[in-house]
Structure formats: structure tokens, C-alpha cells
């Protein structure tokens, strides 16, 4: 769940749901204040209605049958009673009372009782949206008949609404689930087109000839897809010339470096001769690793299925039978897809590179959660961790000498990293407890399949 909603997915989804939960709340209080509104309205002109007649029947009657009217007429939230006594004091006019004088019968008096009937300041819990408190027309007033009767006239609050049983409040249950996956949808209809693009450019990244996002959706998404369409076709030609301009080094400088070798073979100082041979070597292995590396960053072989048990097998014998001190051990039991070159090429820098300066390269294959992961220790002092960063960089070396024997052009991580990144592929170096360096190399399930 924490993850859903630190994604995009989620965050969009959220917002999209609380915004409309908080418009139909605002639409569902306004619908509601002005029903009350209303309905307080009509109470009023109802008691209006009933307060005249209450009043015109009483002063009408006779004043023997005055007191049989009068116990019906004390019933109800607007009710007409006797009061014992003198009126207590009265206060100033209202707009309801005011009103009530102009239909009433000349001579009837009507004053106002300072301060309001307790039933009017009563909370009334009838909804959330609702006002808490009746708004309309709740007063009490003194009324004198033409004949001198005083009576006491109460215009009380209708009675509450009994509150909501829970099975009303579960009604509204699938309004909410509506809200909910209306903007699930809106939020998929939105996002897709990114996640869409997101995987358009990690398949970039894993495979530079990947074939063109499709153009579809709306105007918006189909300019950003033809964009990076663009994008990928000129990353693609920029590095198609980078290597075919290193490719023609390469090439134009062989002859030249072949001459040289041919001539030096007649220098007569065995020393310098020798000397003058080891450079012209080291240029050759250098301009070599420089193509490797351009064609490490290219990815037109032909991606197949390898079993990977198979090719570790291959590359670890090859580097036994050479003389080199590597041992294999586990089984991933992994189809990958790769291109066979390139993954040879990998896993042979990174065991070379192992024996190189750790003498010896112990290395193991096993499974795990779907993934392959292979590992590759050494019997050499490790790496400082400083510099762990800096060993994938491009012509660096750990060593200060730039001698051949003590560590090469810098090149090979670079390249073994790079065809690693282009088949999904991570590569981790990490010191052992008990001494040596160990690569690690993760190959995830995205690419792998059982065999």
C-alpha cells in the first residue's frame, strides 16, 4: 500500500479521490442548506397561518367556550395558552410579530416576550451537513383579545427528526465505491501513457535498436512518443558513427603498426629491439580494447536464448585450459536472452580481471527469487571502497604505473559494466570478510526463464 501511494499511480488517484469526495460534500452541504432554508421558510409562513387562525378563532368565541378551545389550541409546537396573571415583561417587535399584527382583527394586541423560548437554542442533530440549530421563526408572544383576555401565543421549533439509522449511512457506501473507481480509471487513463514511456526508455537502454514506441493516445502523447522516437534515432546514429569512426582507426592503424613491427625486427640492439616490440604491443591492445569498449555501448547483435550454465561452463574452461586457476561451482538452470558475444566478452573480462590481480577466480552460479546471480572472488587485497566507483570509469586504473603488467588499459570493467547494463544486468563489487574482492552480477528475472 505504501508503495502504491508514493507512485504516481497512487498519488494522482488520491488526489483525484479526495478532490471529488470534497465536491460532492460541498455540493451535498449547499443542497442541504438551501432544503433547510426552505423548508424553514414554508414552517414560518405555516405558523403565520396557524398563529392567525389560532388567534381569530379564540377571540371569536365566547367566553364560556373559550376554555375547551383553549386545551386543544395548547397542543402542537405553535400553541395559543392562558397565562396566569399579569405579562412579564415584553421586548422589542419582530419581523414574525410585526407581520402577525397586520393580519390580525383590529384591537387585538400582540407583544413580544423578551427573550427567546428555551426549545429555540435545543441542538438539533439531524445531519452533518445540516445547521445544528433551528433558523427559523421561534419566539413567544403575549396576546390581548378585543375583550381584554390575555393569552400567551408560542411559535416552537417542528420536533427533530429522529437521527439516521446506520443502514442509511451504508446507502451511501456504493456512491463512494463509484467515486473510488471512476478515479482509479481516470488515474490509469492518465499515467499509462508514461508508464508506457518509462518502459519505452529502459528498453532503450537495454537494447539501443528497440523497436519505435508506437504512436497512439491523445495529441499530447503521441508528440512526446514522436520525440522519442527521434531521440532514439539519433542516439542510435551517433554511436553507429563513433563506431565505425574507432572501426576505421582501428583498421587504418594496423598497417602502419604492422610496418613497424617488420622494421623493428631489424633493429641489431636486442634490448632496445625488445623494448620497441612491448610498445607497439601495448598500442595494439589499446587500440583493440578502445573498439571493444565503442562496441560494448553498440547492440546490433542479434539478441537469443543461452543457457547460462552452458556459457559459464565455456568461459571458465577456455581460461583453465589457458593456464588460468578459475573453478566453477552451482547451476542457475537460466535461459537468458543475450547476445552471445557480449556476454561472453563480459564474463571473460570480469574472470580475467579476477585472476589478474587477485591470482586466482573462484567463480558461482545459483538461482535466486527468479534471478540469476553470479559471483566472482579473488584471492587479491580488495579495493578500497573510496574507489569502487571509479574502477567503471573509462582508462582508470587503481595501479600508478602504466605498466602492462601491473594493470592494463582500465578498460575491461568498463566494458564488462556496459554489456551488463544493455542485458538488465547489475554488476556489485563488495571486499570479503576474510580477504579477496567479489564481483556480483544480477541478472533479473525480466530477462531469464527457466530451462
Known sequence: MKDFFGSMTGRVFLVLLLGMMASAALTQWLSVGERTRSFERYRDFHAMERAEQLITTADTLAAESRPTYLRMAERGTIKLERIAGAPAVTGAATAFSHALQQRLTKGVQLQPVAGRPVECGQPRQRSIFAPSQWGGACEAMYVTLRDGTSLKLSILPPPEVPAKALSEYISLLPFLLSVAALAYLVTRMAVRPLKLLAKAAKDLGNDINHPPVVLSGAAEIRQASAAFNAMQARIRQHIMQRTQMLAA????????????????????????????????????QMVREGLDLARSMDASETMQALDLDSLLDSVCSDASDSGQPVELRGRANMALMGRPLDMRRCLVNLIDNAVKYGHYANVTVERIAGAARVIIRDGGPGIARDQMAHVFEPFYRIESSRSRESGGTGLGLTIARNIAEQHGATVALNNHPTGGLEVTVILPESYAGRL
Not at 256 to 277: F, G, H, N, S, Y
Open 249 to 284: 582507426i582501428t583498421h587504418d592503424l594496423q598497417t602502419p603498426l604492422t610496418r613497424l613491427r617488420l622494421r623493428l625486427e631489424k633493429v641489431r640492439d636486442d634490448e632496445l629491439q625488445q623494448r620497441l616490440i612491448d610498445d607497439l604491443s601495448a598500442m595494439q
